[in-house]
Structures are given as structure tokens and as C-alpha cells.
């Protein structure tokens, strides 16, 4: 397919959807886990409020997803099973201690704020849309992630030793950002999508200047994880949606 | 206030500014009881705030649909944010947060003692919306024109909030109420469960009611327990029948002569043994709230430390 002549297909359109709407998905579902745990009221609200927000975009990213065969946003988060969802496996790691979870959030806001920079000036208006919204919402997510990592790095020697481990941890996971599926090479082709290549610059300088001001260090292992976006899975994500499904498919014909 | 030199004349002085409704500010002086039952007031309130988004949180990660999980999420930070103005209302008597956590979670105060009912099925969380936030409203409305200043500004702001969480709370259940038959069944049974726990919210009955008194000659208290209860209990019994859901009361029904429902008699051996912490969930709640505490102590300890340093920095600079 070449760009301009048949435009994004509905199948790519629909994969595309998925897998970020599933990154939104899982993650909020990780955060959620944090409520009435979190190390401060503060924390409690700001976490809630990123899960709230990624929360949202989940919603409209599978209601796109879902509208070439008529399914809505319930019968896909709650309808599938773990080989069937799109997500990198970075989202659905347990959320450890407050050093793994701001991890995290580093790792993926980073790479969320740049992939929807580019989407939202993408070719694809509905694409587009979605992300003009949530980049105001990564770029928040960034700073406060961010600005925990230098708290952390930075703060007493426990803490730092606590987020050199959580980064040993999550390393291996993010070499998969980068990877693209032959549905978001097309999207890319297309101008619906940055190509991921072009993010993976701007996202190891951001992360290795906040690593540097932090006085954390890039472990020097590879990241060679990967199999998210392909459905294939860690452990964890089956536990993870069995507790978020198996409400809403024990009443199969219910409405909420 | 103008200032005097004896005791007795202030207090006096006080009362009067008290009869005259004029609100108590942080800087004016007060009798040290008075500090003292606000304090403890606005606490045990903030506690309830906090230790209130255990039950519901409880179904976050289970909510049933997007939506309804979007609701919650945002609910249950509602209740983290009331947690935060009321410890902040506290602050100006001179007590701070963390010293009124350290209460909370030795036992030396207490919280409303209905968080301490575990939530079941996901319909509790439609109950605790219609009938526990509603209770609050009731509550906090009444508390809007208490006589200390942050506290009664603080309530106004919250019942702003209350009034959502107790609509969402409502149109959760009557979804529920005219779903499937087991989700009707699902809401009757929270519903049976949560009414009486929720008319004990309003405290023991004036006649046993100790503090009322004084409480109510310093417009702490507006309304009486007793006559709180009475109110909740007339806006409740209509939009029970709207949802199409019975209360768990043979002996409710309309008073002409008195212009209000009648309802049966509420069980204070229970209230009291809750109240005593032996209900079902008082250990869990707190040893939630001890284990968020405890194992946050190293990150709030670090964000410290990072201030200090930041501090030195520029003042280096
Ligand atoms: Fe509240
Ligand atoms: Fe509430």
C-alpha cells in the first residue's frame, strides 16, 4: 500500500488503536492498584489522577479500535482474552515499590508524549484527535514522573539504591517501544503514525539527561524483551485481567 | 474579639460572639475546649475521609464496566482530596498531619465507624453513594454553618462533591435495580445491609448523646443527632421507591401527625460494638492505613532530603 491511494486500512487503523489503547488500559489498571497505598495524600491523588487520565484515553482509543466490527469499548477490554491484547509488556509489570512504578511512568510518558507529538499531526483526523488531547496529558505525566526519578536518585541512599534496582528491572522491557508491528510500519507509510524510529532518539536522550541529573545510571545490559504487541505475554497479564473481567463476565447479557 | 484580662470574661466574651454568629478564626482566641473537641472533630472527619476510600476502592480494579470505573477512580479521589482540606483546617488549630495520622493508626482516634462493614458485591458501591454519602450530606450541610471558620468553609466544598458521589451512587443502583434479576438482587441485598449501618452514622440518640450540650452552645453543632437522622430518613424512603427497592424496616411508614416517617428501632449494640472495634473490618482498615504510612516513609523521607539539598543549592547560588 503506498501512501495516498487507499489511505490507512481498516485492519491497520484497528491494530494501531488497540495497541495504544491497550497500553492506556493496563497501565491505568496498574496505577488504580495503588489507591489507598500510596506513600502520601498527595501521591494518592496524582496517581489517581494519571490513571484517570490514561483511563480516558483507553476509552476512546477502543472505541476507534472497535468500530469496523461494531464492538464497543466494554466488549473489548472485557471480552479478551491476554493473547489478544496489544500491550507492551512493560505496562503490565507489578507495580513493585514507588521506585519501579515512577520508573515506569518515565519509561512509558516519555515514549507516549513523542509517539503522540507525531500522531497528532498525523494524516489520520480521528488518530489525530485522540492525541492533540492526550499529549497535554503525557506531558504532565512526564514531569511529575520525572521529577520523582530526581526526588528518588537523588534523595537518600536508600532511595537511590531502591531506583537503581527498579531500573535494572524494567530495562529489559523497553527495547519493545520501539518495535514496530507491520500494521504501524504501514500507519507510519501512511503519515498516520510517527515511524518509531524517529522517537527512539529524542527518547534515549530525555531518559539518559534525567538518568545523568539524577545520578542514576542506564543499566548496560540489552533490552531484548518484546512480544507485547504480538499478544504474547508475562504472567502477569492474565492475572491482571481476571480480576478486571470476570465481573462483568459473570452477568454476560447485563448493562452497568 | 476584644482581649480582656480574666478567664471568665473571655470565655464570656466568646460566648457572646458565638450567640451573635460570628465565625471563630484560627488567630482568635478560644476556650482550650473548644480548640480541643475541633480538633478532634475535624481529625476523626478527615480520617473518615481517607479511611472511606478503602471500602470502595475495594472494586476499582473490578468495576464492571469503563465508565462506571472512571467514576469511581474519581470518586474515591474526591474522598482523598476531602481527606487533604480537612488535615489542612486542622493545621490552622496547630496540629499537623502527621501527628493526626499517628492517632489514627495507634487507635487514639477514631473514623466513622461505617467504613468498618466490608463491601460484598459491586452494588455496595451504589450503596455507599445513595445511602453513606447521603448521610454525609446530611451531616455536612448542617456542618456548613459550624462556628469554626476553615471547617465550615471546608464542608461547603465538599458538599458541593457529596451531592455527585450521591447521585452517581443512586443512578449505579438504579441501573442495577432494573437490570437483570440477579442484578436486582445484588442491589437489594447491599441495600439491606447498608441502611441501618447508615441511620447509625448520625451517632447514638440525643438522649445518650453526652457532648451535644456543650457542642450545641458553641454552634459546633447546629442540629441534633436525633433530628439529622429524622431528615435523612425523610429524603431517603421517596428515591427508595423511585429505585424501586425496599428499606429493611416493617415499621416504616408516613407520620401525618408528626409531618414525618416513623422507622423501627436501631440496633446500638451493634453501633457500640463497632464503635468498640470489633466490627468486621477495623483491624484490616487500619493496618491498611499503618502499611501505606509505614511503607511510604522512605519515599517521603527521600523527597525531604531532596528539598533540603535543592534549598542549599540556591541559596549557594
Ligand atoms: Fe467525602
Ligand atoms: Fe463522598
Known sequence: MTAGVAG???VDLREVALGLGDDCLVLSHRLAEWTTHAPELEEEMALANLALDLLGQARSLLTLAGEADGRDEDQLAYWRDDRDFRNLLLLEQPNGDFAVTMTRQVLFSTFQELLYRGMAA???????????KGVMEARYHVEHARLWVQRLGRGTEESHRRMGQALDLLWPYTQELFKP????????????????????????????????????????????????????????????LAEMQHLHRSHPNASW | MPPTNSDESRDLAFQEAID????????DWMPERYRSTMVRQIAQHA????????PEGNWITRAPSLRRKAILLAKVQDEAGHGLYLYAAAETLGVGRGELTELLITGRQKYSSIFNYPTLTWADVGAIGWLVDGAAITNQLALTKTSYGPYARAMVRICREESFHQRQGFELLAELSRGTRAQHEMAQDAVNRWWWPALMMFGPPDSESPNTA??????????????????FVDMTVPQSRALGLDLPDSQLRWNEARGHYD??????????????????????????????????AWV????????????SRTSAA
Open chain 2, 47 to 54: 480520617h473518615s475521609e481517607i479511611i472511606g476510600m478503602q
Open chain 2, 300 to 311: 517521603r523521607e527521600a523527597a525531604r532530603a531532596w528539598e533540603v539539598r535543592q534549598q
Open chain 2, 214 to 231: 456543650q457542642s450545641m452552645a458553641w454552634k459546633i453543632k447546629r442540629v441534633s443527632n436525633d433530628d439529622l437522622r429524622q431528615r
Open chain 1, 122 to 132: 498525523g494524516t489520520e483526523p480521528r488518530l489525530a484527535a485522540i492525541a492533540a
Open chain 1, 181 to 240: 508491528t507491520e500494521s504501524w510500519s504501514r500507519a507510519a507509510d501512511q503519515g498516520a503514525v510517527p515511524p518509531l524510529s524517529s522517537i527512539e532518539e529524542p527518547w534515549r536522550h530525555s531518559i539518559e539527561s534525567l538518568m545523568v541529573d539524577s545520578g542514576l545510571e542506564i543499566p548496560g545490559f540489552p533490552a531484548w524483551q518484546s512480544g507485547g504487541r504480538l499478544g504474547r505475554h508475562s504472567e502477569h497479564l492474565g492475572h491482571l
Open chain 2, 20 to 27: 451573635a454568629d460570628r465565625t471563630v478564626e484560627p488567630r
Open chain 2, 263 to 296: 422507622f423501627g428501632p436501631i440496633d446500638w449494640e451493634e453501633f457500640r460494638q463497632v464503635v468498640g472495634g470489633h466490627g468486621a473490618c477495623n483491624a484490616q482498615r487500619i493496618a491498611v492505613r499503618r502499611a501505606a504510612d509505614e511503607g511510604g
Open chain 1, 8 to 10: 490507512l486500512s481498516v
